[in-house]
């Protein structure tokens, strides 16, 4: 029989890699996020996250409070830091269960893990600081057991060490928010930690925020509707149709591009009523940034029988605490309302986010 050490440490070292995303040419390994308002005075944040090189397994969780977690060090180790949730909360997890990507707790605190490749750099793993070691993979759940606000975050992650799960795998950025709307982004980089105020709400992954907020003024001849005739010497020249404010807007899944493109769809976007238009408009939106699997690889040689390299995007009401998710197997909205849960009595539970990896079809019967 394999020691079981030797097999926490294959799965730990073979699917953070997977997880996170270890850099390979041709391979997009992106996620956007996008923030709406509505007139009730809601906050919507929703993202997609993206891997074509394998299923993801992803799984929501429902985490009570006082439930143990602890971190994985680099070897494989389940001996890093413990935490006990002081809130419950829900979210959706990758590879393995204690990774969560995405969440939302009761005490309306959001936090989401984006790719950010060839930027951030960690603290190197120091062995006499395990105890307060925290791998990347686990740090958004140890922020949503803990804290209910930015500040409480910020304050926080100066007692931890946040190093990666495996040397081989890429790091990571994280989107932060809490029930006043304030919206921060964590980047480490050189074992440092910076957060940036983000007052607009968008996330995608490398390069660093500051540049993608400063790339944004490359692009501002942008706007909504139709642009005016205009003469061209002795001729006219004039729009072919809607939208032609838009000319210019890159259309590429590259990161700097969908950041420009979720910034300009986000805010040119009409407010909706309430929370829950807010997100059904938050998936359409996010409907512009699927990835269809075939374009990551070069001679159609796709590794994984999957339809898209988009596995799910996900939605939060931080107004009223409710979380949603949809699938590259299954369109329909699916949703957890944190206030229907007694966080204080719910059992910890793992779920497959898909119970049959196949998109419904409802066939219209005709008499």
Known sequence: ?????????????????????LWVPHTADACTGITLKSQDGATVLARTIEWGG???NSRYVVVPRGYVQQSYVPGGQKNGLEFTAVYGYVGIAV????FVADGLNEAGLAAGLFYFPHYGSY????????????????LVPWMLSQFKTVDEVKEALGTVHVV???????????RIADASGRQVVLEIVDGIPHFYENELGVLTNSPGFEWQMTNLNNYVNLYA?????????????????????????????????????????????????????????????LNNFDIPVGIEFADAKVPADIPSATQWTSATDMKD??????????????SIDLKAIDFAR??????????????????IILN
């Open 225 to 285: 509707g139709v642009a005016e005739a205009k003469p061209f010497g002795k001729v006219k020249l004039a729009a072919f149709g809607a939208g032609s404010g838009f000319l210019g807007i890159p259309g590429d899944v590259t990161p700097p591009s969908r950041f420009v493109r979720a910034a300009f769809y986000q805010t040119s976007s009409p407010v909706q009523a309430t929370a829950q238009k807010t997100v059904l408009q938050a998936f359409q939106i």
């Open 164 to 174: 990666s799960s495996d040397p081989r795998a890429s790091t990571a950025h994280w």
């Open 321 to 334: 605490l409710v979380f949603y998710y949809r699938t590259m197997y299954n369109s329909e909205i699916r």
């Open 54 to 56: 394998s299923y993801l």
């Open 95 to 98: 590879e393995l269960e204690d």
């Open 346 to 363: 719910v059992k910890y539970r793992s779920v497959a986010i898909d119970d049959v990896k196949e998109q419904p079809i409802v066939p």
């Open 1 to 21: 029989m394999k020691n079981v050490n030797k097999i926490i440490k294959d799965v730990v070292f073979g699917l953070a890699v997977t997880a996170v995303g």
């Open 123 to 138: 603290e190197a793993y120091d062995e006499g600081q395990r105890e307060s070691t925290l791998s990347d993979l686990q």
